[in-house]
């Protein structure tokens, strides 16, 4: 039996309930939106610790404004971390599986890491921190724990795809061990290319940031942050440009991943992205909103070459999702389509309220789309509790 036959053999007997391209979609879709937020908690860790560092009224400011934005981005980096996870053990279960199972005690360990992290950094903020104090500890902790986590992730990610490896990853001595105690897999310029923007991300948001609170804060300081925000979105694309080259040659030579089409992309978008950051930088925030749509696309056209290469690497061993079998289930894929849009129009809607609340802006309006969010959570619930009921007395579950 070859690499290919035994991992087609270890996928769900079941098959999926919808296309695999639909799975695959989302999972590029919302990678993006997790490692954004991922960068932007690191970023603003990093920048809170280094104002400690440096002091003066200007750090402590944005160092409340940061702690803030910390305990909220990464509660959203967590809630949106699940679902590129659920993604690929659906279309990469065998890989997946195999890696954490390898890995086991690292991968539970990543739960604690962010937990705690989540915790430190919530320390932080209530010890001071939204006043501008609060102890140094706390963000050096979170931030340690996260780097951490993400390394495991890394570990785990990299796992997965030499399936030829897996053997030996499995013993040592050639002695079975069944611990899952250790590592097996790290990449430095692949981690570095996902670590690095970290601090560009929290740039573009530091321009929003100047350009939000133009009427409320200090010009001066408003300038110093706007500033501030332009030099390391700039600094760190061009970093991370640095990591990815050196990544990109250091990848097996049979995957020809240089004439690949979405590498070609996804490294166009990124020369043209460097190129507008330094287009930008007498007036950074003229340019907020563009800035941050050709982030958001970036990272996007990026997430979408990173699951070419997995397949590429994939291809290797004969696997492709696309002949993964498919019981087709349409009610399943609407209800999860309509669930998906739903969410957003709830998201919009708080997005609408959080805006113009920190503007100072007592009537917030959009009270209508209050009510159809709120209408649609409590159909959701009504529709999910009468298919659960429904499906349970059809299958004798309940009796």
Known sequence: MTIGEYIKAMRDVAGLPSP??????????TFALH??????????????????????????????????????????????????????????????????????????????????????????????????RGSIIW???????????????????????????????????????????????????????????????????????????????????????????????????????????????????ELNFMTNSYFILALIVGLLFIAFLFYIQKDPARYALPTALFLGITVLVMSLAREALRMSYFGLVGYSFADYPVNLSLGSLVLFLLTFLMGLIVLYYVAVVAYKAGKGIKEVGAHELGRVAVILMWLWIVVMVALGIYISLKNGALF
């Open 35 to 132: 490692i954004i937020l991922v960068n932007l908690v690191i970023g603003s860790l990093a920048l809170i610790i280094w104002g400690k560092l440096k002091k003066g009224d200007y750090w402590t400011k944005l160092s409340s404004s940061l702690s803030r934005l910390v305990v909220n981005a990464i509660s959203w980096a967590i809630v949106l971390g699940v679902a590129p996870l659920l993604f690929i053990q659906v279309i990469y279960d065998p890989f997946w599986y195999t890696a954490n199972t390898l890995s086991a005690v690292w991968a539970l360990l990543f739960l604690v890491f962010i937990a705690l992290a989540f915790l430190f950094a919530y320390f932080f903020y209530l010890g001071g921190g939204y006043e501008g």
């Open 139 to 253: 963000p050096l902790l979170s931030i340690a724990l996260l780097i951490l986590a993400g390394i495991v992730m890394h570990s785990l990610a990299v796992t997965q795809l030499y399936p030829e490896k897996w053997p030996s990853f499995a013993t040592l001595n050639n002695t079975y061990i069944s611990s899952g105690k250790y590592l097996h897999a790290f990449e430095i310029f692949r981690f570095l290319h996902f670590m690095l923007p970290a601090l560009a991300v929290t740039g573009v948001w530091l321009i929003f940031y100047s350009k939000y609170f133009r009427n409320k804060y200090d010009p001066a300081y408003l300038d110093w942050v706007e500033r501030l925000g332009a030099k390391l979105v700039l600094i760190f694309s061009l970093l991370q440009a640095v990591a990815g080259f050196l990544w990109l040659v250091s990848l097996p030579k």
């Open 20 to 29: 695999p391209i639909v799975f695959d979609i989302f999972l590029v879709l």
